[in-house]
């Protein structure tokens, strides 16, 4: 979805449940961005290293897990003569409302300030991903 110039991936929020955990620690191997430790019977998720792609949930025996199914977006994305990975501006978005304002305010945007046949990063680099970031927060809180 990062090739995209509004580009929405599923993901899964997750959230440890210490009652109904084993210790097996099979969760921490099976997290391939290196995010969950496990420490003196403590299961502890690094947020900012997470990708939500939910592996340790499915690899738990137990389903020691609490978990909320959203939405990751990019912004801004290129693949071809020029290749630009779609940045992320808003945290994860759990529910579909919030997902559609945000899309809306982007498609919006694009429709206010893109040159004839131009695609969305440059758009961004000649108008300014900071205005855009802006618009992108409000519709987020909004
Ligand atoms: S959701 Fe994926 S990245 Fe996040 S802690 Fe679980 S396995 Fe690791
Ligand atoms: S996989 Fe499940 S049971 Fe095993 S340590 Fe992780 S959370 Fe606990």
Known sequence: SEENDLGIKGGIQVKWRE???????????ACRSGAITHADGKITVEESKCNFCGR?????????????????????????????????????????????????????FFAEHANAGERFQFTLERVGR?????????????
């Open 56 to 108: 340790c949930v499915k690899a738990c025996p137990t389903e020691a897990w609490d978990t909320v199914h959203g939405y990751i977006v990019s912004f801004g994305g290129l693949f071809g003569n020029s290749i630009h990975k779609g940045e992320p501006v808003i945290p994860f978005i759990a529910d579909k409302e919030k997902l559609l304002k945000v899309c809306d305010a982007t498609v919006q």
């Open 19 to 29: 009652e109904d955990c084993i210790q097996c620690g099979v969760c921490v191997k």
């Open 130 to 142: 900071e205005k855009f970031e802006e618009k992108i927060w409000e519709a987020y809180n909004g």
